[in-house]
């Protein structure tokens, strides 16, 4: 971010021939002067201090303003302010959450009290924890007659139900450090993907900026929320997966300079699976260097018929046309 602003204060200041009277030229000069980044959105900062979960709460992170980006590279249309506003403060009162600490029956009350959405289960509960309690009460409650005022429906209980999940999810990782169970992999990143917070966030923003909301929508995030992280999680997999066998061939291309004849089997196979064009580099590099090799080495001197027609095919194709 500060490379971002460096950047662009530089550009800035060499534009002689930008208005200085245009409300443009006000608007970036003010934003060079002031980067967003630096200032939390007005309406979420008044927010946030009517919580005064600060003040209460001195132990926990203050992320307002990373709220805000994380909202902003959510939903950046002008037209889904709200949104943006919905998951800066949903953002906000889930780090806060996540930093609260407890024993074992304390956290197991916690997640009970949201789970009855009972105001009186509070009395149970110790003083830091009642106010994170009536955080998520109050941001839930208001959300909820938020949309009903606007939209004519009534999204409390998929509010609430989101939020059971995500502290149940917290609570089996809880269980785990007090049992002290290590779980296997794929247990933990089954119960990961929904700790790391992204169904809740999903169904919040949909709510947040889908007008109308459509049940069936609203149904399938309710129903499968997990999913939304799983299968981009998936994605991410596979994308990795596959930088990593790139990484592997071209390593068995270049380290099979002593053995041509591999190499061309290789770039002939690769050609034949339709993913040369992943490593048109190495194979431009390493034909020409095939082809001096194959002048003076043996492999040159047998005259095998196939060794060169697969050699000139391949010195045609990926070489001589270019």
Not at 274 to 284: D, P, R, S
Request: net charge negative; with cysteine; proline share 3%.
């Amino acid at each position: 971010m500060e490379e971002a602003w460096q950047f662009t204060t530089k550009h800035r200041k060499n534009l002689e021939n930008l208005d200085s009277e245009s409300n443009l030229a006000m608007e970036v000069k003010h934003a060079i002067e002031l980067p967003l980044h630096w200032r939390d959105s007005r309406l979420e900062a008044r927010w946030w201090e009517s919580y005064d979960l600060e003040k209460k709460l001195s132990f926990a992170r203050r992320r307002l303003v990373a709220s805000f980006l994380w909202g902003m590279g959510v939903v950046f249309e002008p037209r889904f302010k709200y949104c943006r506003g919905i998951v800066t403060k949903l953002i906000a009162v889930i780090t806060v959450i996540d930093d609260v600490y407890g024993t074992l029956p304390e956290l197991e009350l916690f997640t009970d009290a949201v789970d009855r959405w009972d105001i009186k289960t509070m009395n149970q509960l110790p003083d830091y924890m009642k106010i994170c309690l009536l955080a998520i009460f109050n941001f839930v409650n208001e959300m909820t007659y938020e949309i009903l005022k606007e939209k004519d429906f009534d999204v409390g209980m998929n509010l609430k139900n989101s939020w059971v999940r995500l502290l149940q999810a917290y609570m089996v990782e809880v269980k785990w450090f007090h049992s002290g169970q290590k779980p296997t992999l794929e247990e933990y990143m089954k119960n990961a993907r929904t700790t790391i917070a992204g169904p809740i966030v999903a169904v919040h923003s949909y709510l947040a900026a889908a007008n109308p909301v459509i049940e069936k929508e609203l149904e399938c995030l309710e129903t499968n929320p997990a999913d939304v992280i799983y299968w981009s999680f998936k994605e991410e997999t596979y994308t990795r997966h596959a930088e990593n066998l790139k990484e592997k061939m071209r390593d068995i291309m270049i380290n099979n300079a002593s053995k041509p004849l591999d190499q061309l089997e290789l770039i002939d196979t690769l050609q034949r699976l339709g993913l040369a064009y992943h490593f048109n580099t190495e194979i431009k590099n390493t034909l020409p260097n095939v082809y001096n090799d194959s002048t003076t080495d043996d492999m040159g001197k047998k005259g095998n018929l196939h060794d060169t027609s697969l050699e000139i095919r391949l010195l045609r194709q990926h070489v001589l046309r270019s």
